[in-house]
């Protein structure tokens, strides 16, 4: 008997030991082999996969080109998971070609496209309003009048950035009465993909709306301040009362409703204000969220948020809620001490360098070594590369870090400073060619 497949369509590399584990699972528990639709496939998908479909998720013909290649064999494809932002739309509606649960494949561009998000976003503004979500101004930019235009009308200033790009990449922050001109020229290489200006959320806090289905969390963002507002932390459990969890639960659930989540994972980016619950949406995303956000969960909750996936799609009942928290987790991104080219590789092991940050930082907070569990790290790229002291987007970091907390009694928050300063010490001592002096702490 032949077994049943699972259909992964398209992932970013970065999530490549994601693909794997939930590959593992999918032959483990439902005895299913994975097939991965991926454009121009290498050896490393074949490592993670036992069939490879090569068709682009963003060409015009994609849908046709993977069902050529499937052939008679589609009829063996079980279930199917979309899991990248770039196949968000045309990887739904390949699956609802296959005939396969999955969510809804008219609205799923707006999880992919900011702009086309905006649009949705303002069709229903009057009650996105009523409910205290801040809908901001926003215009589509093709030159720099557009820029200069739009910032005529921009009290507190605005963001520019690429409609269809991740990671924080051509991010700009302008300020009230900046320069527009070389604001436009460092989002100028994405026009083609399209460029969004949009008025500047007025809301310090930023949380993410996570889950997957009917279940779901808030994990607590923490951004770079100044032009580049890079992520460079996540943190688990969110810092949220009653009132503040609903505001994001409102908003976040309003956001799945306009892209069309209704089965799958979902990672909408939320800002909170302080003084008065209002909200107000970053972007919505239709897939698990990144920086190891779903790895935090199992950590605090328990529960393996990619096997749930899985299990889903093979029409299995999942939980609606997440287990108490049994701890405090977080994700930091690592950066170097000044700019710099780097080559990872040439850095040694980055085990025993985070290894070491943790002690040093345990000892400054005064909390116990074993409390602090390291859960994974790892290099974030092995090329040769440019990068800057103070992050423009996520390729200006050399190392990510998941670790818990097992202290009651200290704040996974400073713990998430001290670890960061301690880092920029630890990497200096290790550039300065002298790995093995053990600086005091």
């Not at 996570?210 to 580049?228: C, H, M, N, P, Q």
């Amino acid at each position: 008997m032949q077994r049943p497949v699972l259909l992964v369509v398209d992932y970013n590399l970065s999530r490549i030991g994601d693909v794997q584990h939930m590959r593992n699972h999918a032959r483990e528990r439902w005895n299913a082999e994975t097939w991965l639709v991926r454009s121009a496939p290498q050896a490393h998908d074949l490592r993670i996969s036992d069939r490879l479909i090569d068709a682009d998720p963003l060409a015009p013909d994609f849908i046709q080109r993977v069902l050529e290649q499937l052939g008679d064999d589609a009829t063996r494809v079980s279930a199917g998971i979309v899991f990248s932002d770039n196949a968000v739309a045309s990887g739904a509606a390949l699956l609802e070609r296959l005939g396969l649960p999955v969510d809804d494949a008219r609205l799923a561009l707006g999880a992919f496209d900011k702009l086309a998000y905006r649009i949705s976003e303002q069709r229903i503004g009057p009650m996105l309003t009523q409910l205290g979500v801040m809908v901001p101004d926003f215009e589509r930019i093709r030159c720099l009048e557009d820029v200069q235009n739009f910032a005529q009308r921009q009290t507190r200033g605005f963001v520019i950035k690429p409609t269809t790009e991740g990671n924080n990449r051509g991010v700009v922050l302008v300020a009230p009465g900046a320069d527009c001109d070389q604001a436009f020229a460092e989002v100028e290489p994405y026009l083609a993909n399209g460029v969004l200006a949009e008025a500047l959320i007025p809301f310090d806090r930023e949380f993410s709306y996570d889950g997957l289905g009917e279940l779901w969390f808030i994990t607590e963002k923490v951004s770079a301040t100044g032009r580049y507002p890079v992520e460079v932390a996540q943190i688990l459990p969110a810092r949220l009362d009653h009132q503040e969890r609903m505001a994001i639960r409102v908003v976040g659930e309003q956001v799945n409703r306009l892209v069309g989540q209704r089965i799958g994972p979902f990672h909408n980016e939320i800002k909170l204000s302080e003084k008065d619950c209002n909200t107000a949406v970053v972007e919505p995303n239709r897939r698990p969220a990144g920086m190891k956000i779903w790895t935090l969960a199992q950590a605090v909750h328990g529960l393996d948020l990619y096997a749930a996936w899985i299990d889903s799609v093979f029409s299995a009942a999942i939980p609606k809620e997440l287990p108490e928290p049994t701890c405090s987790a977080a994700t930091l991104m690592f950066g170097v001490p000044q700019d710099m080219t780097v080559e990872v590789a040439q850095l040694g092991d980055v085990h025993a360098l985070v290894v070491e940050t943790i002690a040093c930082a345990a000892q400054q907070l005064g909390i116990a070594q074993d409390a602090v569990v390291l859960l994974e790290c790892a290099w974030v790229t092995r090329a040769r590369r440019l990068v800057h002291a103070t992050p423009r987007d996520n390729s200006d970091f050399v190392a990510q870090a998941c670790v818990a907390l097992h202290d009651t009694q200290a704040d996974i928050r400073d713990l998430v400073s001290a670890l960061r300063e301690r880092w920029l010490q630890v990497m200096a001592r290790s550039l300065a060619a002298e790995p093995l002096l053990k600086a005091a702490c």
